[in-house]
């Protein structure tokens, strides 16, 4: 190691945090309320040789700041930051711990587990109460100091999808293009290959305007998964939260996430990152020192309000971040501005997004973070959706996120499901067809606000759905004690994959229902990548540590009923997209809804309650006369097994033309003129239009 001399470091600024290189050299600057010293300690371009270390001179409104002038982008660096080892009063310094850089906007290399990582002695009986002396520097990443300026955006221009215009496809950069033959070979699994043409395409042909990645942001493989040769799939593990997650890196870097931006954006389609700012890596207080909980633990991190020595684990991961503390919630914000104007992002789903809305009170949508958030003039303005619950108390919060933001709304998940299993949620599934109204027809806010979704990553795919009544999750290594148990699935007389015609024709028939429903209820749809053409995980309903066949999706040698369903996929977004009926803006723009029974009158109060098959009546005076414009539709749903004769209602004036069905056994086109009863076949959807 240098002794640093031939490195001058001055003052510098502690207006900016991060590493911010300015043409002539890098300023560094870093939030600790309670350390005690801080030094830079800047590596060779290997990593693995520490050339300098410096201690930072100045500190300023808990700011610890430093400029060094003449070094360049490129160069990697990290910080010890010494201070009082406390874990009774919530402190956590250890100066033999390197630690990475909350605004690190990339790093380099990973971290390879070893017991130096952690801040006491794993042997001792009180173990978090002593005080390890390894360095963990040989084994950790290092941050790499970028230039701001290295892109040049020419002028992108963002698509600003309308809210009712939007359909979600929530998907996987490596899974999904690992597998997809039409990506060259070296793009595959990487940034490069989701912006390649043949999945902007791809993607764009089916309709969708808006791509909700799972999480890019860097995070681990943890240490338990890779004993038993896994590794964390689904990315919601942050550690950094600046940096691209670089194992999606292809030949260009973290340019390549750039060029996929922009690649969508030239299709006319939004990126929507799917963000973890509710936790990170380091776990409770037996997890590893790699970045907050040795910077500043009492401040970054909940703890218990006697016990400081321990986390609140609202999150069920072992910490929760602290978006009570302003320098917190500024760290939050800044990276999410970050992504919004130097990533070039249209909007963000925030996992676990209860969790950012706490303060020391419990869960307020008047929190710090939700008013920080709609003051923004940056942030405000793009797409906002919250994962809208947290195992804490008062966790569940659908319908109680504030105006602008937009919910995964998995009462909409739930009462589908239940629905098309012929159970009795009839009244329940009215209002989810119809934008859930019960939860979002309050404070102004619209039918988009509710995230509209029968599968995500989380659970089942749309295949496994309606083919397993239990899950397998038998390849996590866990026993197959991981996972949803409560997946109101049925396999409809086989478990899995069969050859009986009869089983296949009824899923494929509920693949159809589930689609369409979704894609008709108003609210915004969420499609799970592949369902549309019937991707399986085997019954795996919980592939977070899956980088493997069984989560990523497969494109080549497909039956027949994949592109079927692919070619239905497409045509009902099509239908929603040219008809306004089908994604109502606002609840209050004159829309006529009736609903009626079989028998062809209205629906009865207590009819509700006999789980009946139901017909759905919607028409507003302002869009006729509109060229090509459906001014009112009757769409028929019977969940059931049997055909169910229904006397078509005569609303509105004139006769009525089939549009689409989910069943087989009629083409659309059928007109009825009077009023007459329309055989709806069992497990199906009718679409009528006016001629």
Known sequence: MSDGKHFEITAGSGQHLGANYDGEGVNFAIFSAHAERVELCLYDPSGENEIARLTLPEYTHEIWHGYVPGLQPGALYGYRVHGPYDPENGHRFNPNKLLIDPYARELAGDIEWNEAHYAYDLLHEDKDLTFDERDSAPFMPKCRVIDPNEFDWEDNNRPSIAWPNTVVYETHVKGFTQLNSAIPAELRGNFEGMGHKASVDYIKSLGITSVELMPVHWFPDDQHLLDRDLKNFWGYNTLAFFAPASRYYGPKGIQGFRDMVRAFHDAGIEVILDVVYNHTAEGNELGPTLSLKGIDNFSYYRTMPDQHRYYINDTGTGNTVNTSHPRVLQMVMDSLRYWAESMHVDGFRFDLGTILGREPEGFNERGGFFDAMMQDPVLSKLK???????????????????????????????????????????????????????????????????????????????????????????????????????????????????????????????????????????????????????????????????????????????PETCEALREFTRHIISLRAAQPLLRRENWRDGMVIEWFNAGGGYQQEEQWDEGSTLGLYISRDDLKGQEGIWHDVLMLFNPFEGTVPFAIPQSGEGGWVLELTTSEALEKGLVINKEVDFELEGRSIALFRRP
């Open 384 to 558: 906002l959706i919250g994962e809208p619950w947290d195992i804490g108390p008062g966790g569940y919060q659908v319908g109680g996120f504030p105006p602008g933001w937009a919910e995964w709304n998995d009462k909409y998940r739930d009462t589908v499901r239940e629905y098309w299993l012929g159970n009795n949620v009839s009244t329940d599934f009215a209002a989810r067809l119809l934008g859930s109204g019960d939860l979002y027809d309050q404070r102004g806010r619209r039918p988009w606000s509710s995230v509209n979704f029968v599968t995500a990553h989380d659970g089942f795919t749309l295949n496994d759905l309606v083919s397993y009544n239990e899950k397998h999750n038998d390849a996590n290594g866990e026993d197959n004690n991981d996972g949803h148990n409560d997946n109101r699935s049925c396999n409809y007389g086989a478990e899995g994959p069969t050859e009986e015609a009869e089983i296949n024709a009824i899923r494929e028939r509920q693949k159809r229902n589930f689609l369409a429903t979704m894609i008709f209820s108003h609210g915004t749809p969420m499609l799970l990548a592949g369902d549309e053409f019937g991707r399986s995980q085997l019954g795996n309903n919980n592939g977070y540590c899956q980088d493997s066949e069984i989560s990523w999706v497969h494109w080549d040698d497909l």
